[in-house]
């Protein structure tokens, strides 16, 4: 019993992995809705990029905005953010392999920085939109709309599901 | 020295990985960094603690994420993120990696001092992380 298992649970692990690989790297996208599907956040990308502030999903900024962002580091929103060349060219390719395909430019034409001033993440997190609020970003619990924590307690470990989307109530601020 | 004591200090010496080191090794080196420009130079971990909370011409110090308390946690500024405690008694990860050590003093004080910081900069605030909860 025990033996046969075994060789069954092999055969079954390897093609579990075998589909894994098949269907993920396609599989990382944003339902038009809520849920996200992507693959595990890269080991590096989380260290480095994840120091300071939540390590946002790639597939949610074209290969062109995180093209822009690498670029920027030195100069990162205020901060920086500067990586070693080395450091910098394997997230740069991790990051161009799993940016998402739609695009991500602003009206000028430009690709955008921030997933927060996309059209994607307005329409998905405007007032309204599953409990939001005008004022839910600005409260202290929150902090602003680049805190993705503060409502999807996954995120850290990049699930995004709205089974785990839990707005703070006003006032619980720490 | 006995044969087996030489090679048994140079498998521990091998075994560490690269770029390992501790909080009184980052201190030495500063410290003789800054020696070389200022020979009587001996680091001050009260100089470190004013050096730590003091504006230097930026927006930002040392304090407004890491709080003058550099034994709990802290809070970056903008995102809100955690930031674990500085002091390596609190925290024994800080000061054990080449890469890191390197990585924010250089980040951070461009951040804060608006230039790299001198090794008698680094020294100080070394010397006064130390010996926080020590």
Redesign the interface.
């Known amino acids: 019993m025990h033996t046969m298992n075994r060789s069954f649970r092999q055969h079954m692990a390897l093609t579990l992995a075998a589909m894994w690989i098949t269907v993920l790297p396609a599989g990382a996208a944003w339902a038009d809705d809520d849920d996200f599907r992507g693959a595990p956040l890269d080991p590096l990308y989380l260290e480095e990029c994840g ?4 390590a946002f999903p790639p597939a949610l900024l074209s290969q062109r905005s995180w093209g822009a962002v690498a670029d920027g580091l030195a100069d990162h ?8 060349p080395e450091t910098l060219q394997t997230i740069r390719r991790y990051l161009d392999d799993n940016a998402g395909r739609r695009r991500s430019d602003g009206a000028d034409g430009r690709p955008l920085l921030r997933i927060t001033d996309t059209r994607w993440f307005r329409k998905e997190h405007r007032p309204g939109e599953h409990g939001l609020r005008s004022d839910t970003f600005s409260r202290p619990e929150v ?2 709309a ?2 993705c924590a ?1 409502c999807h307690r996954g995120a850290e470990e990049g699930r995004y599901g709205e089974r785990e989307i839990r707005i703070p109530t006003p006032g619980s601020a720490r | 020295m006995k044969i087996s004591t030489l090679i048994a200090g140079l498998l521990l010496a091998t075994s560490l990985p690269a770029g390992a080191a501790g909080p009184a090794d980052f201190l030495q080196r500063f410290e003789g960094e800054a020696r070389s420009a200022d020979p009587g130079f001996a680091a001050s971990p009260a100089r470190g603690r004013d050096w730590f909370a003091a504006p230097h011409g930026q927006d930002w110090r040392c304090t407004s994420c890491h709080t003058a308390d550099p034994g709990k946690s802290g809070r970056h500024k903008v995102t809100g993120k955690a930031i674990e405690p500085m002091a390596p008694a609190v925290n024994p990860e800080r000061l054990t990696s080449e890469r890191s050590v390197a990585k924010w003093f250089r980040r951070n004080c461009r951040d804060v001092v608006g230039r790299e910081c001198t090794a008698a900069e680094k020294a100080d605030v070394v010397a006064y992380l130390i010996q926080i909860g020590q």
């Open positions: 120091a300071c502030h939540v929103f205020g901060t920086d953010a500067s990586l070693d902090g602003s680049a805190n503060a």
